[in-house]
């Protein structure tokens, strides 16, 4: 009689283990379905072009015009800031967005760099300008690795 009831229990926790399990993926899956319908990717026939070139020539311009700022630099804050804009029909940037913070400074200066670019090559779908939507990695990386030690980073006693 008790392995009976032993049996009968364990078969009740695994059911109820079971539907909470199927309810869970269900769940996920109409989450994950919901997200997927957010992203709007269209097909361009001639993609947005800086300066005339590739994206990565634009990677290197952020490079070379992003001032870190004083602040974040003494409290050594890095990382990546994802960020997000618009090439717009005329060329111009529009719609710059923090799609990820690192520190509020770090996400001033992202959208400062990105904002000051030169216009761009618009794209072209069907031989018409159309606006198009970056998602844009700005990364902060400090050069100098020392820690609050100075000079004597790996120093022993």
Same mark, same amino acid.
């Given at each position: ?12 926790? #695994? ?34 072009? #800086?300066?005339? *070139?590739? +994206? ?24 990546? &800031? ?9 060329? *111009? ?22 904002? *000051? ?12 300008? &159309?606006? &198009?939507?970056?998602? #844009? +990695? ?20």
């Amino acid at each position: 009689m008790k392995s009976i009831k032993t049996k009968l229990i364990l078969t009740g926790i #695994f059911l109820l283990s079971l539907s909470f399990l199927s309810c869970s993926s269900l769940k996920y899956s109409k989450q994950k379905e919901k997200a997927n319908t957010h992203r709007k990717v269209e097909h361009i026939d001639t993609p947005p072009k #800086f300066l005339g *070139s590739t +994206p990565n020539l634009f990677s290197k311009w952020v490079e070379t015009h992003l001032i870190y700022p004083k602040q974040s630099r003494l409290e050594r804050k890095e990382g990546k &800031v994802t960020t997000q804009f618009t090439v717009k029909k005329d060329g *111009s940037i529009g719609n710059v967005k923090i799609l990820k913070s690192v520190d509020p400074l770090l996400d001033q200066e992202a959208i400062r760099v990105i904002e *000051s670019s030169p216009k761009w090559s618009p794209g072209i779908k069907k031989g018409k300008k &159309v606006n &198009v939507t970056y998602t #844009f +990695p700005v990364i902060f990386r400090l050069k100098n690795k020392r820690n609050h030690l100075g000079n004597y980073r790996n120093r022993r006693k």
